[in-house]
């Protein structure tokens, strides 16, 4: 297929399959779709729109738009990615990338709650669930009378 505009270039080494540059494009040119096990996300060949914000909103600097370049011939790139199941339900949390890459930015201290659990592979609605249950308990103990 020929097509016109400047080439998307996906450094599939650097993509953690986050999204983020799919939920800001305009044009719908990144799409994706996620099974319970399974994220692809796939990447137009070329892009002839006046806009940055893929490369903008890339947390990895992975995507970038190369020189307009007339009759590029060129089918998109699809990438996969294995989805991490959140340890207590099992959902889908996050791409194991993603999780990978949030263990090395955020400090190791933060990756844990006030009981020294992990929570980065939990879902967020487990998150929600247990943060709820301890602030319940933590309201019993205080009310007990001493
Ligand atoms: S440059 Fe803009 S329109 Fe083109 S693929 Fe990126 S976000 Fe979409
Ligand atoms: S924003 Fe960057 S890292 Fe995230 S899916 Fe798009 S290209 Fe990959």
Redo the contacts with the bound molecule.
């Keep these: 297929m020929v097509q016109n505009g400047r080439p998307v270039r ?1 450094n599939a080494g ?9 939920s800001v494009c305009p044009a719908g040119l ?1 799409t994706l779709s996620d099974t319970d096990h399974q994220r692809i ?1 796939w990447f137009a060949a070329t892009c002839a729109e006046d806009c940055e914000r ?1 490369a903008m ?4 600097g ?2 970038s738009l190369g020189e307009p370049a007339p009759g590029v011939s060129a089918e998109g790139t699809r990438l996969e990615f294995r989805l991490q199941p959140c340890r207590a339900c099992g959902c889908p949390v996050a791409t194991v990338e993603m999780l990978a890459r949030l263990r090395s930015v955020i400090p190791t201290a933060i990756q844990l709650d006030r009981e020294n659990n992990a929570w980065l592979d939990l879902c967020p609605s487990c998150r929600q669930q247990m943060e709820a249950r301890r602030i319940a308990q933590e309201g019993l103990v205080s009310r007990r009378p001493r």
Excluded: D, E, L, S
Aim: aromatic content about 0%; hydrophobic content about 45%.
């Design positions: 996906v650097q993509c953690i399959g986050c999204r983020a540059c799919a990144i996300v893929c909103a890339c947390p990895t992975a995507i």
